[in-house]
């Protein structure tokens, strides 16, 4: 009877122990473990209204897409920028969909690298998911610049609406501001962690009712001068400006699309801050993903019947055009003020809410000892409640980030064209582990795919393939060395800078995160720190009669 009482609870939750609990995945040596193999360190302060709050904070959508309008408004004027933005929801539909199932099986602050680690099994897991960990960084520091950049030219923006005839742009005033900026968030992430849920609340509200109320604005005020309905569907040839055929300048411009919704695993990252991260992380990425494309598809369609000169636009790809655009829709400066102060209040939370992504990735990456220095980065301060080293590092390297747009006229698309490139390589390593190892290791969650899972993961890596392979293309065509699209000089180099990592200390080093323990049942899996993982009664699951 007890034999079969255990047999059944190992199949409900088949990590070691077979213990069912939101939040404890094992006992280690009498310590309740969670999913990543470790004590609880930060508190579990996001219920699902917090979680929510930050996946549509971080995702930001509505004003990602204008403030990246920049990145496509050369591939087809408005007609690409809607229609990009439906095949990018479309396409990371897909993504979102397998990542749910993941976070719903193993929620922990490592995401995407604890499950390559998971998928790709015991013989490889540990070099694979090291390489996903590192690449998935990356991404998110890219991430990181290219939000906080935005924000940084909007408060320029602020400035400059008011004093139009005497200030005269220059790529230093953003830098500044850009420091400011980062350096606020960090400071509030780290001493006022207990704060933060209140930030994304207060940035969901900005999401969500600014965006409503600046949609009307857009819309209602100066409707006399709005596009025509040709320039807003149907002028996408006359407005390719790309030198690229039609097809592939389309393609090209979906890249705006994905920055605007491409966020789907940042909240992974908080999955240790959850008192229920198995049955809330789906959810939220789902909000995250649903109402993230609503907003931006009526904002974008909005956003295209104001423009009245589109050629006022096109000044270069590190310029800040959704400016220009309020100005066209709203002719008031007390107008375009308020509605860039909308978008500076929602820009401001999401820059808090990823580098509290940020330094949760590189937090779970030390604890690991995957990174230089691990001892110290991997420590966190329980009375604050945060990985304090980590989150400076991770605003350091920001800074240096930050200061690209000062040598190059396309940096700005570089920053977004690498997050995407970059994470979705990152998504696309456990998806095709986990069909590759036969989808056998990761217990079914509250969300599991079940028999779509195969069909759904496939098409995943498919169009992650297929895009990550077009954003490598030449913005434009032809092209010059300052002009020049370095996605895959970037991704490149990024994977060099892992294996050298690798080669100097991980090889011999990084044992593997706990993970491999908790959920590789296989006599091969390495053994590392974690040890034995024990029943709640003290004895081990394969002696107990």
Same mark, same amino acid.
């Given at each position: 009877?007890?034999?079969?009482?255990?047999?059944?609870?190992?199949k409900?939750?088949?990590?070691?122990?077979?213990?069912d609990?939101?939040?404890?995945?094992a006992?280690?040596?009498?310590?309740?473990?969670?999913?990543?193999g470790?004590?609880?360190q930060l508190?579990?302060?996001?219920?699902?209204?917090?979680?929510?709050?930050?996946?549509?904070?971080?995702d930001?959508?509505?004003?990602?897409?204008?403030?990246?309008?920049?990145?496509s408004?050369?591939?087809?004027?408005?007609?690409?920028?809607?229609?990009?933005?439906?095949?990018?929801?479309?396409?990371?539909?897909?993504?979102?969909l397998?990542?749910?199932?993941?976070?719903s099986?193993v929620?922990?602050?490592?995401?995407?690298?604890h499950?390559?680690?998971?998928a790709?099994g015991?013989?490889?897991?540990?070099?694979?998911?090291?390489?996903?960990?590192?690449i998935?960084?990356?991404?998110?520091?890219f991430?990181?610049?290219?939000?906080?950049?935005?924000?940084?030219?909007?408060?320029?923006?602020?400035?400059?609406?008011?004093?139009?005839?005497?200030?005269v742009?220059?790529?230093?005033?953003?830098?500044?501001?850009?420091?400011g900026?980062?350096?606020?968030?960090?400071?509030?992430?780290?001493f006022?962690?207990?704060?933060?849920?209140?930030?994304?609340?207060c940035?969901?509200?900005?999401?969500?009712?600014?965006?409503?109320?600046?949609?009307?604005?857009?819309?209602?005020?100066?409707?006399?001068?709005?596009?025509?309905?040709h320039?807003?569907?149907?002028?996408?040839?006359?407005?390719?400006?790309?030198?690229?055929?039609?097809?592939?300048?389309?393609?090209l411009?979906v890249?705006n699309?994905?920055?605007?919704?491409?966020?789907?695993?940042?909240?992974?990252?908080?999955?240790?801050?959850?008192?229920?991260?198995r049955?809330?992380?789906?959810?939220?990425?789902?909000?995250?993903?649903g109402l993230?494309?609503?907003?931006?598809?009526?904002?974008?369609?909005?956003?295209s019947y104001?423009i009245?000169?589109?050629?006022a636009?096109?000044?270069?790809i590190n310029?800040?055009p959704l400016?220009?655009?309020y100005?066209?829709?709203?002719?008031?400066?007390g107008?375009?003020?308020?509605?860039?102060?909308?978008?500076?209040?929602?820009?401001m939370?999401?820059c808090?809410?990823?580098v509290?992504?940020?330094s949760?990735?590189?937090?779970?990456?030390?604890?690991?000892?995957?990174?230089?220095?691990?001892?110290?980065?991997?420590?966190?301060?329980?009375?604050?409640?945060?990985p304090?080293?980590?989150?400076?590092?991770?605003?350091?390297?920001?800074?240096?980030?930050?200061?690209?747009?000062?040598g190059?006229? +396309?940096?700005f698309?570089? $920053?977004?064209?690498? #997050?995407?490139? %970059?994470?979705?390589?990152? !998504? *696309? =390593?456990?998806?095709?582990?986990?069909?590759?190892?036969g989808?056998?290791?990761?217990?079914?969650?509250?969300?599991?795919l079940?028999k779509?899972?195969?069909?759904?993961? +496939?098409?995943a890596?498919? $169009?992650?393939?297929? #895009?990550d392979? %077009?954003?490598?293309?030449? !913005? *434009? =065509?032809p092209?010059?060395?300052?002009?020049?699209?370095?996605?895959s000089v970037?991704?490149?180099?990024?994977?060099?800078?892992?294996?050298?990592?690798?080669?100097?200390?991980a090889?011999?080093h990084?044992?593997?995160?706990?993970?491999?323990? %908790?959920?590789?049942?296989?006599?091969?899996?390495?053994?590392?720190?974690?040890?034995?993982?024990?029943?709640p009664?003290?004895?081990?699951?394969?002696?107990e009669k």
């Amino acid at each position: 009877m007890t034999e079969t009482k255990f047999m059944a609870d190992e199949k409900k939750n088949p990590e070691y122990g077979g213990i069912d609990n939101e939040t404890v995945a094992a006992i280690d040596q009498g310590v309740e473990v969670n999913a990543a193999g470790y004590r609880d360190q930060l508190r579990r302060q996001y219920g699902l209204l917090g979680i929510v709050g930050i996946a549509l904070t971080v995702d930001n959508a509505w004003a990602a897409l204008g403030s990246s309008i920049s990145v496509s408004i050369l591939n087809g004027g408005p007609p690409g920028l809607i229609f990009g933005l439906i095949v990018a929801v479309f396409w990371y539909s897909f993504i979102g969909l397998s990542l749910a199932e993941l976070a719903s099986s193993v929620p922990t602050a490592g995401g995407v690298y604890h499950w390559a680690t998971i998928a790709a099994g015991p013989n490889w897991g540990r070099t694979v998911g090291f390489f996903t960990g590192w690449i998935n960084f990356y991404g998110w520091m890219f991430d990181l610049a290219a939000l906080v950049q935005i924000t940084a030219n909007i408060l320029v923006q602020l400035y400059a609406t008011y004093h139009q005839d005497s200030y005269v742009p220059d790529s230093w005033h953003v830098y500044v501001t850009y420091v400011g900026v980062l350096w606020i968030s960090t400071i509030f992430v780290i001493f006022a962690n207990r704060l933060v849920p209140y930030t994304q609340n207060c940035g969901m509200f900005f999401v969500v009712i600014g965006g409503i109320v600046t949609i009307i604005v857009i819309s209602a005020m100066r409707p006399a001068n709005h596009a025509s309905n040709h320039f807003v569907w149907g002028s996408f040839e006359e407005n390719n400006l790309t030198g690229w055929q039609g097809g592939v300048a389309f393609l090209l411009g979906v890249l705006n699309g994905a920055f605007t919704i491409g966020t789907p695993d940042a909240i992974t990252h908080i999955a240790e801050e959850l008192p229920q991260p198995r049955k809330d992380l789906p959810k939220a990425i789902g909000f995250q993903l649903g109402l993230g494309f609503l907003y931006a598809f009526v904002f974008a369609i909005a956003l295209s019947y104001a423009i009245t000169d589109l050629s006022a636009l096109q000044g270069g790809i590190n310029t800040y055009p959704l400016a220009v655009i309020y100005q066209q829709a709203t002719g008031s400066p007390g107008a375009t003020f308020g509605l860039l102060f909308i978008l500076f209040l929602s820009s401001m939370c999401c820059c808090v809410g990823t580098v509290l992504t940020n330094s949760r990735t590189y937090w779970a990456l030390a604890r690991d000892n995957a990174v230089p220095f691990s001892g110290i980065f991997g420590q966190v301060n329980e009375g604050l409640s945060c990985p304090i080293y980590a989150t400076l590092f991770v605003s350091i390297i920001a800074t240096g980030l930050g200061a690209i747009p000062l040598g190059s006229s +396309s940096a700005f698309l570089a $920053l977004t064209g690498s #997050f995407i490139v %970059l994470t979705t390589v990152s !998504y *696309a =390593i456990p998806f095709v582990a986990n069909l590759v190892t036969g989808r056998k290791y990761f217990p079914p969650g509250p969300f599991h795919l079940g028999k779509f899972g195969y069909v759904i993961n +496939s098409i995943a890596i498919l $169009l992650i393939t297929m #895009f990550d392979i %077009l954003f490598c293309f030449p !913005y *434009a =065509i032809p092209t010059t060395v300052e002009s020049m699209n370095y996605n895959s000089v970037i991704l490149v180099g990024t994977v060099a800078l892992s294996a050298l990592w690798w080669i100097i200390h991980a090889s011999r080093h990084y044992p593997g995160p706990k993970v491999m323990q %908790l959920y590789i049942h296989d006599d091969g899996a390495p053994i590392s720190s974690i040890g034995r993982i024990e029943k709640p009664n003290g004895k081990s699951p394969k002696t107990e009669k």
